[in-house]
């Protein structure tokens, strides 16, 4: 039991020297900074929370060794969604003061407002949910190509979920997903 334990260690290892993308696929960026490469087996699935940082273009993809057969992949953004909540209701017992026909205070000899009783309120007291919703922005089952490219506005985590399609008979690979950067601003160091 620890030789195969160990065996699939190895492998894990070696998934990141196996050639899984073409060139072409992998086109002009940079992919040493957030790629992951793992050994899986069918049925598995595996999910990697990525940065992209403003103003750089990125190009996102999986490849895997052909024994492994489908592996399909989803690319969620997370959005925060806020909510206005009652948090509770008071009553609250106020000074009502006397105004003229024309809503404006009366005041007396003193130029105070004159009272005129009391009245009892509801003070609503409000507070803010918050809930984080993924957003599916690319799916490889259905896109028409076999990357994601994207250059964000601002700053933002995305999260990549891969899964492996299971079959009768258990068969272990490696996958490799490649995040790709490329500088869009000429400012920026580039290796």
């Known amino acids: 039991m620890a030789l195969l334990l160990a065996s699939g260690a190895a492998m894990g290892q070696n998934c990141s020297k196996k050639k899984l993308a073409s060139n072409e696929l992998k086109g002009k960026y940079d ?32 490849a895997s060794e052909q024994k492994l057969g489908n592996v399909n992949y989803q690319i969620y953004v997370p959005r925060k969604k806020f909510t206005r909540v009652v948090k509770g209701v008071k009553q609250k017992t106020i000074q009502v003061y ?13 130029g105070e407002k004159i009272p005129d009783g009391f009245e009892v309120v509801q003070d609503t007291i409000w507070t803010r949910e918050t809930t984080s919703i993924n957003d599916l922005v690319f799916d490889s089952r259905t896109a028409g190509q076999p990357y994601w490219e994207a250059t964000p506005g601002k700053t933002q985590n995305i999260t990549i979920r891969v899964s492996v399609e299971k079959t009768a008979k258990k068969v272990d690979g490696c996958i490799g997903v490649y995040v790709g950067c490329e500088y869009s601003n000429s400012s920026q160091f580039i290796r």
């Open 31 to 62: 992919y040493r900074g957030q790629s992951m490469f793992k050994s899986m087996a069918s049925g598995d699935s595996a999910t990697l929370n990525v940065v992209l940082y403003s103003k750089q273009n990125y190009r996102l993809f999986v």
């Open 98 to 110: 006397k105004k003229d026909p024309m809503g404006f205070y009366l005041y007396d000899s003193d």
